[in-house]
């Protein structure tokens, strides 16, 4: 194992705001670009960078049109949310651009999020957004800036170690946000800064309200910024109109026809509620779904029980000690669970990840994010999965 660092603690953030940046050099002759997505988090950072005394500059991305798909409160990158990212700018004195990416944002995101579930995935757009709009144009923009780092309100740790910066899930497990960041690379880690990573929710409120951003008591953000009133279905029809194909709810042990659905964009794997079938003996989750044959497969709990699952387009980060045990996390808000990994994990490769216990609802299209205590030490997306015997 390599040395590390630990970043700055929540006291540090009012008694030195530079720390939180872990600039070498006279911070004065620094340039912080910030990700402000409007909310009271990036506006903190902001805040934070500003009275660090570097050059901060606040970049938000408009990625969908401000009245569609939504434009409701608790979403974030349109509408009222660029208008209170430059809000705070204004009132922090500092300069704050606004990029068009609705195009590159609808191509690379909100079109894959309609096609895997039309693949019978269950799929994170928000994890591809971080990959690509957030991230890797963000970078450009930032480095086009001559920015020393790019600054974002995420509720990660970023470590120094031997071997360069680590990941590390954020000081407070329930505002930890390193399952959405597991594609991040070495080089944009090098780049990033994660200010909040060591402060609880309530203090970064706290540091909004005392620097005067009417923003201190807006509502999070919601995971999926851009489907409103959390209806998935709506946006996938709306952008393949062919996504209600009609066909069969089988039970995956007796083969029976139970009943019709209207389109396998309906169902994720685990959903119990809402498959209109009754009379049966016992409850029925949805344990597999064909895209192929537009067939969902239903059955008893253990039938959902997992005993391996197959990763692919896997990333790593930093070194990957085969001393110590891993564990992995294969939903946002699960914890957790103990594994062995079997294959390489990094560039792209497919590797296999076999649970000490059997896991439930794992789902295809999902993120299984790999941790050696509290790093993150990479990941992949899950393929597919083994049923636990």
Known sequence: MTATTAPATATSAARDPA???QLNGPITARRIVVAMSGGVDSSVVAALAAASGAETIGITLQLYDNGAPSSRKGACCAGDDIRDARMVADRLGIAHYVY?????????VVEQFADEYM????????????????????????RDLGADCLATGHYVRRVKSASG???????????????????????????LRFPLGGLPKPQVRAIAESAGLRVAAKPDSQDICFVPDGDYAAIVRKIRPDAEAEGDIVHAETGAVLGRHRGIINFTVGQRRGLEIGGQAEPLYVTRIDAASQCVLVGPR??????AARIVETTRIGP???DVPLTAKVRSLAKPVPIMLEGPLGEGATATIRFVQPEFGVSPGQAAVLYVGERVVGGGWIE??????
């Open 19 to 21: 720390a939180l940046f």
């Open 320 to 322: 990957l000690p085969t």
């Open 302 to 307: 253990h039938l959902l029980a997992v005993g």
């Open 165 to 191: 910066p680590e990941l590390w899930r954020a000081s407070d497990p329930a505002r930890d946000q390193s399952y959405f960041l597991f594609a991040t690379t070495q080089d944009q880690l090098d780049y």
């Open 384 to 389: 597919s999965t083994e049923t636990a015997i």
């Open 119 to 142: 693949h019978g995935r269950t799929p994170i757009p928000c994890i591809r957004c971080n990959m690509g709009p957030k991230f890797t144009d963000l970078f450009a923009m930032a």
């Open 100 to 108: 068009d990416h609705e195009s590159s944002f609808r191509e690379q």
